[in-house]
């Protein structure tokens, strides 16, 4: 079955931690770009990071830069968002998603990515 699972969410403090996974069953993630999204409720859902094939090349929406490091592990088949000093308005649903088009300048253009997965919720309060 081809599926990418979302693990890692969950309830943190203000000023705590998350690493979030992103991993990829019945297909290699090796050709493909990956990006994080996120939707907070009554919210559109927004670009957070994505990183390149190569792990070369790194972007990060301005609200999360600083604070969030995303990487990748060819030989687990998974991505990872760790998220660092996390807030209040952190808290969504997360999402990663795949573009197989992307090469070496991933973007965070939402129709750019053609395979999602079904995201963790991660809740920041106190």
């Known amino acids: 079955q081809v599926q990418l699972v979302e693990s890692g969410g969950g309830l943190v403090q203000p000023g705590g931690s998350l690493r979030l996974s992103c991993t990829a069953s019945?297909?290699?993630?090796?050709?493909?770009?990956i990006g994080w999204f996120r939707q907070a409720p009554g919210k559109e859902r927004e670009g957070v990071s994505c990183?390149?094939?190569?792990?070369?090349?790194?972007y990060y929406a301005d609200s999360v830069k600083g604070r969030f490091t995303i990487s990748r592990d060819h030989a687990k088949n998974t991505a990872y968002l760790q998220m660092n000093s996390l807030k209040p308005e952190d808290t969504a649903v997360y999402y990663c998603?795949?573009?197989?088009?992307?090469?070496?300048?991933?973007?965070?253009?939402?129709?750019?990515?053609?395979?999602w997965g079904q995201g963790t919720q991660v809740t920041v309060s106190s």
């Open positions: 019945g297909f290699t993630l090796d050709y493909y770009a």
């Open positions: 998603a795949t573009d197989i088009d992307a090469g070496a300048d991933p973007k965070l253009i939402e129709y750019e990515y053609d395979f």
């Open positions: 990183i390149s094939v190569s792990s070369g090349s790194t």
